[in-house]
């Protein structure tokens, strides 16, 4: 993708699996909005070939789109209408792309009930909270019964309590076979939800993996803390599992809160964006230094060998 002879995006490919959760991290100006737009169809790209569900995007008609679901971070307002009248009026425009794999729209009740505002159904829209309105956007966004969800800074504004529960709502949506991908900032929020996270900087896709594996990638070092007595000790290791069984046999139970740590996503993003921004690597070889192969991440949301993907776009 570019603007004027600046390259925005330089050959990003990624696949999903059904009922994964992927999210899209990166700086401002990393892409990501970028990406996003053009997988929905909203942006057309200056290169490249680009397929969602087998279509391009470019392309994509109305029965295309129906098969994608989008919660963007604020939604026009419908505050005079009920919740259930508001998402069967908007689930009839489903039906005459209703197949035999999959009946369109949802149910309305039983959508309702998915995003857990069964008590709230007769309340007009703008009697609802923050949190209630967020997973109304939910509601609508996936009253066709998409096959691919794409999720804007889905929590931007929430408190504890309704994140907690908008991660659990994301996870229903997941055991539906539904495929996720959510852009953040909140680096907690995406090692909490996403089964594999994605890290674009420069235009590229740098890092792609579980939290856990990002971390193994940058870092091979566990940190082990612990005490004895009224000594606090940390040492770094690249075999916790030897060190803490050496520990153990050698001091006992007298060793207390035990801990052993690995780098936090938020240590490795800055890591991995820093290297990147910095030079550290050159565009080439940050991939190989961060994940050991070429810059392509291969995401699938068909069941028959059809994928999300975005190649070569630029």
Avoid: C
């Amino acid at each position: 993708m570019r603007y004027g002879t600046n390259d925005v995006l330089k050959g990003v490919t990624f696949s999903a699996e059904r009922g994964e959760v992927l999210a899209l991290l990166g700086p401002n100006g990393a892409g990501k909005t970028t990406t996003i737009e053009i997988l929905e169809g909203f942006r057309m790209r200056s290169g490249g070939s680009v397929s969602v569900l087998g279509t391009d995007p470019a392309h994509g008609n109305e029965a295309w789109r129906a098969r994608l679901g989008i919660v963007l971070q604020s939604w026009r307002d419908h505050g005079k209408w009920r919740v259930r009248e508001l998402l069967h009026h908007l689930g009839s425009f489903y039906t005459p792309y209703s197949t035999e794999a999959i009946r369109r729209p949802w149910n309305t009740d039983e959508l309702i009930e998915a995003v857990g505002l069964s008590e709230h159904a007769d309340k007009r829209v703008m009697r609802l909270s923050g949190g209630q309105r967020r997973r109304l956007d939910v509601a609508i966004g996936i009253v066709g019964k998409p096959e691919v969800l794409f999720l804007d800074e889905p929590t931007a504004g929430f408190d504890p309590h309704a994140r907690r529960e908008f991660h659990d709502l994301v996870h229903r949506l997941a055991d539906e076979n539904i495929t996720v991908l959510l852009t953040t900032h909140d680096l907690d929020e995406a090692e909490k939800l996403a089964d594999r996270i994605l890290v674009l900087a420069g235009g590229r896709i740098i890092a792609d993996g579980s939290a856990d594996a990002l971390s193994r990638m940058v870092s091979t070092k566990a940190e082990v803390r612990w005490s004895i007595g009224t000594e606090r000790h940390v040492h770094s290791t690249d075999d916790a599992t030897t060190f803490v069984r050496r520990l153990l046999t050698e001091h006992g139970s007298a060793v207390q809160d035990l801990e052993v740590r690995r780098a936090s996503l938020e240590d490795t993003y800055m890591k991995l964006v820093y290297g990147m921004e910095s030079g550290l690597a050159g565009d080439e070889d940050a991939a190989q230094v961060f994940f050991g192969r070429e810059e392509q991440v291969t995401v699938a949301a068909e069941p028959h060998g059809r994928d999300i993907d975005e190649e070569g776009a630029r």
